[in-house]
């Protein structure tokens, strides 16, 4: 089982849509959890952090369920700049903090 | 803030020889910088974690004698991959985590092409 798990997508929404994206995790010490965005051929950039009681960004909401290791964020009112790949990220506290990516998942936003 | 630069940002080289590339983190001190590789379609592999002057820390499969660590700085980490083989093209990534945090910032990568 991959210690970081996300549907590959693609998703395809027009411009305006709502999308949520689901990330599980398998190490249940697993102590931060990130959003992160990769662009193609690009390095990744930081989203936001999810932190238990959910926080928010603008359109970007994002929720964490320890209980049943499970990470999720919603993007409202989709950009066509929103097209990108998202990448659920979960960090391990102890040694150098090593960060363990998903796969990403693919979103194409249409007009 | 929180800014990491990575040279080259794109290099072609023949099978056998080395290639260096060099992380900076340009406006911080990093303790702890980190190399990733990512193959098209793939998501990032931490290959190893480079902290500033001890040995480097390699994931298991990682030759640390392919793939040379040197974090001579609070500043930069070079990452020399030696003898490379057309396998070894990839893009390679490396961050930068700020000291006290679990934030790491990413450079913009190099991609490497061996012929």
């Known amino acids: 089982r991959k210690e970081v798990e996300q549907d590959p997508g693609p998703f395809n929404v027009p411009e305006g849509a709502t999308v949520a994206f689901n990330c599980t995790y398998s190490?249940?010490?697993?102590?931060?959890f990130f959003w992160y965005r990769q662009d193609c051929r690009k390095e990744p950039k930081l989203l936001m952090s999810?932190?238990?009681s959910g926080n928010e960004d603008g359109r970007f909401t994002a929720q964490l369920n320890r209980a049943s290791q499970y990470i999720s964020l919603l993007i409202r009112d989709s950009k066509l700049s929103d097209s990108a790949t998202y990448l659920c990220v979960v960090s391990f506290s102890g040694g150098y903090n090593k960060l363990i990516f998903g796969a990403g998942t693919r979103l194409a936003v249409h007009p | 803030g929180a800014v990491v630069s990575q040279h080259p940002s794109r290099v072609i080289c023949k099978s056998g020889t080395s290639v260096k590339i060099e992380c900076r983190s340009l406006d911080f001190q990093a303790t702890t910088m980190f190399w990733y590789r990512q193959f098209p379609k793939k998501s990032l592999m931490l290959m190893a974690t480079?902290?500033?002057?001890?040995?480097?820390?390699?994931e298991q499969g990682v030759e640390k004698d392919k793939f040379l660590i040197n974090h001579a700085s609070l500043t930069l980490s070079t990452l020399t991959v030696t003898s490379a083989h057309p396998e070894d093209s990839s893009f390679y990534i490396c961050s930068a985590r700020v000291s006290g945090t679990d934030t790491q910032y990413f450079g913009p990568g190099t991609r490497l092409t061996v012929l």
């Open positions: 999810v932190y238990s």
């Open positions: 190490n249940s010490a697993s102590q931060s």
């Open positions: 480079s902290n500033e002057g001890s040995k480097a820390t390699y």
